[in-house]
């Protein structure tokens, strides 16, 4: 086996990996450059942070996906897609500003971290920017100074939250045939008096006509077919053909469809590709999916509750401390971020009661996990 950097490629004078024994290294600054993604596979003395997500978000241009990382630095509180991206944009200057221009801005994830902690956050962003000349200080900072709220909850910030709230539910309830007097708060409490599957049409249209689509620690997620996406690329895609459907049908025309699993048919219907199997799989049984799907829900965040089927299924409900269930989750996170991850083939080896052989096949598993990933599978017939 040919080894090489796993940053660079280069085969000659390398290292391996002291934390996970199983990677090389080339050079030091190929060491720190890869440690951004690497510290999830690794094994880090340190615990992972946020920050280190948001680090990898940045590192990849994408939104963070953890749920506490979203809270911890705005994200959850920029409504609409428009300011998110804007946001990643500010942390990318700070992260990244080095790489594109040397000596300009070299503020490392360990730092941002500590400002958060301290309650400084907004305040040493300011201060760092400042630092640059105007011309360096890119079109985020401006925006950032215009919008600082995001970052620094307060009583007029939480107003200004709420009027843009406000706002989104406007547009979607009148979008929807709502009335244009009705105010915001007749619309939640009409909204909140309608059945379940009709709630969760109505929350999902707020998004879709806001520029978003529900993020892997959303309710949404599942129902509505994200979960069967790879990245955040295809979730960003599957959002868009949503927002061309909803000008093409009405809402109880989507409505009716999402009831009845249907929702691959109005696509077709309106010449909006969306044949793919493992979308297919999730929108035909929204309302009782295979448990294969909340595992990756879990999986992929670092908080989160298990739920039941989840830990029947998969094997949490053998582990006897925390360190074994993150070392199982571990697991089931690097198959879901492979590139040939197959959750459909994962949920049939489950069922077979053989996901240690499944899983063994694709990657190499410690003998632990054999007993880790029992289940009652498979369940024995009955006359």
Known sequence: MVRECNACGESSDLKRCSGCHKIW??????????WVPHIFACKPRRAITTTDHLALAVR?????????????????????????????????GMYMRRLMKPGLMEIPPKTINDWRLRGVLVEEIKAAYYKLPVKNRGHYFPWFLQNQHILNPSTAADSELKDNGDAMF???????????????????????????????????YTMLLSKWHPAPFHELWIPFGFCSCS??????????????????????????????????????????????????????NHDMNKS?????????????????????DYGFMNCRKDAEIQALKKVYRTFFERHDADPLALHDAALRGDIFGYLGSLMKLNAK?????????PLPDYE
Not at 25 to 34: A, E, G, N, P, W
């Open 231 to 284: 990245c955040e690329e295809e979730e960003m895609d599957l959002g868009g053909r949503y927002q061309i459907l909803i000008t093409k049908c009405t809402f109880d025309e989507f409505h009716d469809a999402f009831c009845s699993a249907r929702i691959l048919d109005l696509f077709r219907k309106h010449g909006i590709e969306a044949d793919d199997r493992y979308l297919s799989d999730v929108l035909q």
């Open 170 to 204: 406007l547009r979607a309830w009148r979008f929807t045939g709502g009335a244009e007097t009705d105010s915001p708060a007749e619309i939640r409490a009409r909204i909140d008096g309608m059945p379940r599957d009709r709630q969760s049409c109505h929350l999902f």
């Open 25 to 34: 290294y080339c050079s030091v600054t190929c060491q720190k450059y890869d």
């Open 369 to 377: 996990y054999e007993r880790l990933m029992k289940n009652p599978y």
């Open 60 to 92: 990849n241009n994408l939104l963070p996906q953890d749920t506490q990382t979203c809270k911890d630095y705005g994200f959850e509180r920029a409504f609409t897609a428009e300011n998110r991206s804007k946001l990643l944009g500010l942390y990318i």
């Open 292 to 312: 294969v799907w909340d595992l990756k829900q879990f999986a992929i965040q670092t908080e989160g509750k298990i739920v039941n089927s989840v830990a029947c």
